[in-house]
């Protein structure tokens, strides 16, 4: 099972959850999940949409190659992130993707510039 890794009161990241998985963070009180995995992936939740939904969370399949994260992909991403109801989690297959949209998401949050952000992700070998 993957783990679930807390980043701040807002956001969350994973790799491929579980059923299980889904009903622990809505019992938890997350609000919505963003997938980032694309649909000829293997190993993805049958029906994870259909299953998060009647679990009462909001669901978003945004599918995101690592080599394709550039500075217009990350906008469309960081809008997406902004009007998802939080807690949120994020996942993708091994959470790789996932903790680099997020890194990306704080730091231009916080005002850091897209190029300065997406070094320090390449800095940490998440893309």
């Known amino acids: 099972m993957n783990i679930v890794?807390?980043?701040n009161d807002q956001l969350a990241i994973a790799g491929q959850i579980t059923l299980d998985q889904l009903k622990?963070?809505?019992d938890e009180g997350y609000k919505s999940v963003l997938n980032l995995r694309l649909p000829d992936e293997t190993g993805l939740l049958?029906?994870?949409q259909e299953k998060t939904e009647f679990l009462g969370l909001y669901y978003v399949n945004f599918p995101t190659k690592t080599e394709d994260i550039n500075h217009q992909s990350m906008l469309q991403i960081y809008k997406t992130i902004a009007e998802l109801p939080k807690p949120t989690l994020i996942h993708?297959?091994?959470s790789i993707r996932s903790a680099?949209?997020?890194l990306l998401?704080?730091?231009i949050k916080q005002g850091i510039t897209f190029e300065k952000a997406l070094q320090k992700v390449i800095?940490?070998?998440l893309i």
């Open 24 to 26: 622990q963070i809505a």
């Open 92 to 94: 993708c297959d091994n």
């Open 5 to 7: 890794r807390k980043i």
């Open 46 to 48: 049958a029906d994870e």
């Open 123 to 125: 800095t940490l070998g």
């Open 105 to 107: 998401y704080i730091a």
């Open 100 to 102: 680099a949209i997020v």
